[in-house]
């Protein structure tokens, strides 16, 4: 009966179980050193959140694709293949690992904090706004979200003397208009902004 659910069950040829594998662990190592977030119901997941979310359901995949591919005899040059493979998909799960826990480390030393502000702009585009201070400097990156919540990079940034939060503190002006949103940050007088303090804010309408 085993065999006869083996011979049933679903194959997979070993070299789209190796591409796919090592397909999905090289994106989420790229993504894990990439400047992404992602908004789901209002919160933001910050990027090394997002890829060790992808990384947990890369990993899975690959067993699963590993069980269903595994022949019953290798020969030498596949056995050669599926070590190389092994070796790059090890690789790419440590640069990934680096990443994400990079990520996480600067958020938690830097006292990351995200807002995500209102009101959003036509079609739905949000503006998205991380803040962190580090030496008594502040800076502050905005980001722009459309309808699927994600992020891919960032769309401007600030530098405010004395570790000062312009969004925290509501220190900051959010005007849409038929083409994107313009963010404006200001700082105090003792306080000023000191490099940036005007992003574009564009969904890509």
């Known amino acids: 009966m085993a065999e006869e659910r083996a011979q049933h069950g679903v194959r997979v040829s070993p070299a789209v179980s190796a591409a796919v ?5 090289a994106l989420v190592a ?9 908004v ?11 890829s060790a979310g992808l990384l947990v359901v890369s990993l899975l995949l690959r067993w699963a694709l590993s069980r269903a ?14 070590a190389r493979t ?12 680096l990443g994400i826990a990079w990520g996480a480390v600067g958020d938690l030393f830097s006292s990351a904090e995200y807002h995500v502000l209102r009101p959003a702009g036509p079609g739905g585009c949000t503006a998205v706004v991380r803040e962190t201070s580090a030496f008594v ?14 992020a891919l990079g960032e769309s401007g940034s600030w530098t405010v003397d004395d570790g000062y939060r312009p969004v925290e503190a509501g220190t900051y002006e959010l005007d849409w208009g038929r083409d994107g949103g313009l963010l404006r ?11 940036g303090g005007l992003t574009d804010i564009d969904c890509g309408w």
């Open 21 to 25: 594998g090592v397909g999905g662990l």
């Open 30 to 38: 790229v993504a894990s050193w990439s400047s992404l977030l992602l």
């Open 40 to 50: 789901v119901r209002g919160r933001v997941v910050p990027g090394w959140g997002v």
């Open 69 to 82: 591919s595994r022949p019953a005899d290798a020969s030498g040059p596949a056995r050669k293949g599926a």
């Open 86 to 97: 092994r070796l790059g998909s090890s690789l790419l799960i440590v640069a990934a690992v």
């Open 137 to 150: 400097i502040g800076y502050g990156e905005a980001y722009a979200v459309g309808r699927t919540g994600l």
């Open 185 to 195: 940050v200001s700082g105090t007088g003792v306080d000023p902004v000191v490099r």
